[in-house]
């Protein structure tokens, strides 16, 4: 593993970007956020730092049935609790004392992207049929505060196994620096033109998100994709945001730059892929696992 810093004057958030496989284990996220910690920029610091969608992962609990789960896009507010518990207690595994007062000598907050385990990642092309759920948490270091949101928006291969997170305000967190918007992956998505073609339930979230997003006005948008190797991706939903609410100053997001099903002569650069996931500056780090060292 190789670890390459690319920084910018004036930094507001840092990336973590994992060129190369990922399987989320609780022991090298948390070596992997010490090794960010050595190898920071000296005299730099940021607001955020912001990982992508299922940098760790835990397993689903047996006990939690679907007959548990009810109707898995309004589920069981029991069983949503349930997951966010077991999810925090890794968050908190990783984030412990001494790693949290190294980071916050670098950056006020950071976001984990955690998801239960599944056998396929979650994008578009690939149908899930397994339950899981897919969260964020927020850790304000210098209040020693957490927070969490999840996915609200699933893509349509997963709508049907996703334990989706129905209370859209969760996405909305104040804090000292002003109104943070938290996005899981096809969360932004929302925010794409062509979302305004989605029917029936889907609708209904979509119009939601955006009234409560334009009567939050949130200052920052995060998001996290968990896989971004063509800029395309999400370059129309950025647009949309953009007009959508003007009161965003900042955004940015962080997916790992890999895709095992899409030939690597079809991803587009590096380069290009970061530029068009942001409108601030930023630290990178470039995390190029072995097999994509180039």
Same mark, same amino acid.
């Given at each position: 593993?190789?670890?390459?810093v690319? $920084?910018?004057?004036?930094p !507001?958030? @840092?990336?973590?970007?994992i060129?190369?496989?990922?399987?989320?284990? *609780?022991?090298?996220?948390?070596?992997?956020l010490?090794?960010?910690?050595?190898?920071?920029? $000296? !005299?730099?610091?940021?607001?955020?730092i912001?990982?992508?969608?299922g #940098?760790?992962?835990f397993?689903?609990?047996?006990s939690?049935?679907p007959?548990?789960?009810?109707?898995?896009?309004?589920?069981?507010?029991k069983?949503?609790d349930?997951?966010v518990?077991?999810a925090?207690e890794?968050?908190?595994s990783?984030?412990?004392?001494?790693?949290c007062?190294?980071?916050?000598e670098?950056?006020?907050?950071?976001?984990?992207?955690?998801?239960? #385990?599944?056998?396929?990642i979650?994008?578009?092309?690939?149908y899930?049929?397994?339950p899981?759920?897919?969260?964020?948490?927020?850790?304000?270091?210098?209040?020693?505060? *957490?927070?969490?949101?999840?996915? !609200?928006y699933?893509?349509?291969a997963?709508?049907?196994? *996703?334990?989706?997170?129905?209370?859209?305000?969760?996405?909305?967190?104040?804090l000292?620096?002003?109104?943070?918007?938290?996005?899981?992956?096809?969360? *932004?998505?929302i #925010?794409?033109?062509?979302s305004?073609?989605?029917?029936?339930? =889907?609708?209904n979230?979509n119009?939601?998100?955006?009234?409560? @997003?334009? $009567?939050?006005k949130?200052?920052? @948008?995060?998001?996290?994709?968990?896989?971004?190797?063509? =800029? =395309?991706?999400?370059?129309?939903?950025?647009s949309g945001?953009? $007009?959508t609410?003007?009161?965003v100053?900042?955004?940015a997001?962080?997916?790992?730059?890999?895709?095992?099903?899409?030939?690597?002569?079809?991803?587009?650069?590096?380069?290009?892929?970061?530029?068009?996931t942001?409108?601030?500056?930023t630290?990178?780090?470039?995390?190029w696992?072995?097999q994509e060292?180039?």
């Amino acid at each position: 593993m190789e670890i390459e810093v690319r $920084k910018e004057p004036n930094p !507001s958030i @840092a990336r973590v970007i994992i060129a190369g496989e990922w399987e989320g284990e *609780l022991r090298e996220a948390r070596q992997l956020l010490e090794d960010i910690y050595e190898n920071w920029p $000296k !005299s730099r610091k940021v607001k955020f730092i912001i990982t992508c969608g299922g #940098f760790i992962q835990f397993n689903w609990p047996g006990s939690i049935s679907p007959k548990d789960i009810g109707d898995n896009k309004y589920p069981n507010d029991k069983v949503v609790d349930r997951l966010v518990a077991i999810a925090e207690e890794h968050v908190n595994s990783i984030l412990n004392k001494d790693l949290c007062r190294k980071l916050s000598e670098v950056t006020d907050y950071i976001t984990l992207g955690i998801d239960s #385990f599944k056998e396929e990642i979650s994008t578009t092309q690939n149908y899930i049929n397994q339950p899981h759920i897919e969260l964020v948490f927020l850790k304000d270091l210098r209040q020693d505060k *957490l927070y969490w949101t999840g996915k !609200s928006y699933p893509t349509p291969a997963q709508e049907n196994s *996703l334990v989706r997170i129905a209370n859209l305000e969760t996405h909305f967190i104040n804090l000292d620096v002003g109104k943070v918007m938290i996005l899981g992956c096809h969360d *932004l998505s929302i #925010f794409n033109p062509r979302s305004q073609n989605a029917k029936g339930w =889907r609708r209904n979230v979509n119009e939601d998100f955006k009234k409560l @997003a334009k $009567k939050e006005k949130p200052l920052y @948008a995060l998001h996290h994709p968990h896989t971004t190797v063509k =800029r =395309r991706t999400w370059l129309n939903a950025w647009s949309g945001l953009r $007009k959508t609410l003007p009161s965003v100053k900042q955004y940015a997001g962080a997916g790992r730059y890999y895709e095992s099903n899409r030939e690597r002569s079809e991803w587009d650069t590096l380069d290009k892929v970061l530029k068009d996931t942001k409108n601030t500056a930023t630290i990178d780090f470039v995390i190029w696992r072995k097999q994509e060292v180039i």
